[in-house]
């Protein structure tokens, strides 16, 4: 079984300013990835960065960067520069290599607010 | 058109109407997903199609009904739904289970259901 968990279901953060949305997670796969999503408010939930569990560097995107650290079950999505446009919902999702197609497992989110 | 489409965007429906949700992806994946998204509730998976084939059905009621014609598409018809139906419905693709833990999902603008 897979569980993702978000202990932050909001945070607020001033503009150009760097965050952290945690994110830990728990699975009996040996191999996995791990996934971050942001949802603004129109609903769609879009891509953001991908980390390999056996992926030696941290997973970079522009802005984003995910803090792995795999025997403490983590991977923290890290925002640099906050632009106010950041402002949404953002979910942390895991996927086990053996897993059959389909069996994401999704966080319940936290909310992010930019302050200008 | 790019990613995933999904139409309509918005509906409104009576309880006894019969009404479809429509998912087009022009990613050249192999598995496609409906999932349920209500407020304050996680994102529940309800089916997975992988190569046309229906890999998981997540105990959801018979009034949902999906179908998978071919990769590109993936519809959800609904008849005789309840109220507690209305949410945000999202339907996402990806590349299939061969993809293992890097299997990413890219997700459509989703349709916000309202039954009346």
């Known amino acids: 079984a897979q569980k993702i968990t978000q202990t932050q279901p909001g945070m607020f953060v001033q503009e150009k300013e760097a965050v952290t949305l945690d994110c830990t997670y728990d699975t009996s796969d040996p191999s996995y990835g791990l996934f971050w999503y942001k949802q603004p408010s129109s609903g769609e939930m879009i891509f953001l960065i991908y980390q390999g569990s056996y992926d030696q560097q941290n997973a970079t995107e522009g802005r984003y960067s995910l803090n792995f650290q795999k025997a403490r079950k983590s991977a923290n999505l890290v925002i640099s520069a906050s632009q106010l446009g950041d402002s949404a919902m953002y979910f942390c999702a895991m996927r086990g290599h053996n897993t059959n197609a389909g069996k994401s497992t999704f966080g319940d989110g936290t909310t992010l607010t930019v302050k200008p | 058109e790019t990613g995933v489409t999904q139409t309509p965007r918005h509906l409104v429906m009576g309880m006894t109407n019969k009404k479809s949700l429509k998912c087009e992806q022009h990613l050249g994946h192999n598995a496609m997903y409906w999932y349920k998204q209500s407020a304050k509730k996680p994102l529940e998976l309800m089916f997975v199609?992988?190569?046309?084939?229906?890999?998981e059905n997540n105990s959801v009621p018979s009034r949902f009904s999906p179908e998978c014609p071919n990769s590109s598409h993936l519809f959800l018809h609904l008849h005789t739904l309840q109220p507690e139906d209305s949410a945000l419905y999202l339907c996402?693709?990806?590349?299939?289970?061969?993809?293992?833990?890097?299997?990413?999902?890219?997700f459509g603008p989703g349709t916000r259901l309202t039954v009346l």
């Open positions: 996402a693709s990806s590349q299939g289970s061969e993809a293992g833990g890097g299997d990413t999902q890219y």
């Open positions: 199609y992988n190569f046309k084939e229906q890999t």
